[in-house]
T-cell receptor, first 111, second 114 residues
Framework: DAKTTQPNSMESNEEEPVHLPCNHS???????IHWYRQLPSQGPEYVIH???SNVNNRMASLAIAEDRKSSTLILHRATLRDAAVYYC????????????FGTGTRLTIIP | DGGITQSPKYLFRKEGQNVTLSCEQN?????MYWYRQDPGQGLRLIYY???????QKGDIAEGYSVSREKKESFPLTVTSAQKNPTAFYLC?????????????FGNGTRLTVT
């Protein structure tokens, strides 16, 4: 299974941009990169996903390296509500539904 | 509203008893998953199912069992063989075979075994 690695923790000041990195050097050509975040005592929620091109939605942006071996989740203006654990996972083609999560990055927002 | 329902939110059991955690979804998703989360840790995959009447072991299946008799339901039984069952259990679902499809998670069941 293709794996991802993320820093254990990061801090950011409120109202500043946050860049959360993810390495996935063994990614295959058909794997999508998905990001989720988890607030305390809740299930993870979907944030964004992409294949090759950079993606934007109302929550965040996803920047994918040209060789696809890494990606960065960008929160443009962090708020206290963005404090959570962020997970990056790879989603492969049908027949490979064994979706594994790493330990994620715990993001702390400093007021 | 469509979503995933896990019940109960908190569950307490005595050691040596089997316990079944419920997971129901009305999203018409084929694929369903069970994850375990320990304090300060990430999610570990227990079992997953891509279609009714079929399921596969994840990374930590020992001491757990599942069934998938209906598309909308994927109950998890924590058996007495599971050495350390106290944990936060999360159920998820998605469209199978669609790499574009995000996972939808329930809000979890916190199981405490004493």
């Amino acid at each position: 299974d293709a794996k991802t690695t993320q820093p254990n923790s990061m801090e950011s000041n409120e109202e500043e941009p946050v860049h959360l990195p993810c390495n996935h050097s063994t990614i295959s050509g058909t794997d999508y990169i998905h990001w989720y975040r988890q607030l305390p005592s809740q299930g993870p929620e979907y944030v964004i996903h992409g294949l090759t091109s950079n993606v934007n939605n109302r929550m965040a942006s996803l920047a994918i390296a040209e060789d696809r071996k890494s990606s960065t989740l960008i929160l443009h203006r962090a708020t206290l509500r963005d404090a959570a654990v962020y997970y990056c996972i790879l989603r492969g083609f049908f027949g490979n539904e064994k979706l594994t999560f790493g330990t994620g990055t715990r993001l702390t927002i400093i007021p | 509203d469509g979503g995933i329902t896990q019940s109960p939110k908190y569950l307490f059991r005595k050691e040596g008893q089997n316990v079944t955690l419920s997971c129901e979804q009305n999203l018409n998703h084929d694929a369903m998953y069970w994850y375990r989360q320990d304090p300060g840790q990430g999610l570990r995959l227990i079992y997953y199912s891509q279609i009714v009447n079929d399921f596969q072991k994840g990374d930590i299946a020992e001491g757990y069992s599942v069934s998938r008799e209906k598309k909308e339901s994927f109950p998890l039984t924590v058996t007495s063989a599971q050495k350390n069952p106290t944990a936060f259990y999360l159920c998820a679902s998605s469209m199978a075979g669609d790499t574009n499809s995000p996972l939808h998670f329930g809000n979890g069941t916190r199981l405490t075994v004493t």
